[in-house]
């Protein structure tokens, strides 16, 4: 039961880090605005920035890696 859990909350933070990454390379994100419970809202809104902050972590960690290089 437990491990389901942790594998679901994987896949849903993992999910929310590519709307992340499809939100900075195209500039297309959800349209929160259309929700219209404020509470689903901001929950919904807080989702994407656990992505956005997964994305800015990761991309900290793989810019100070030897493992990674930049390539433009």
Known sequence: MLGRLFHYTFDA????????G????TGLSPKTSAI???DIR???DR???????????????MST???F???R
């Open 42 to 44: 901001s929950v919904v």
């Open 22 to 25: 499809i939100k900075r390379t």
């Open 36 to 38: 219209e419970s404020k």
């Open 47 to 61: 989702y994407l920035g656990v992505g956005e902050w997964v994305m800015d972590m990761s991309i900290g960690y």
């Open 13 to 20: 933070v993992v999910f929310s880090a590519m709307l992340a």
């Open 65 to 67: 890696s030897q493992y």
């Open 69 to 71: 290089e930049r390539k």
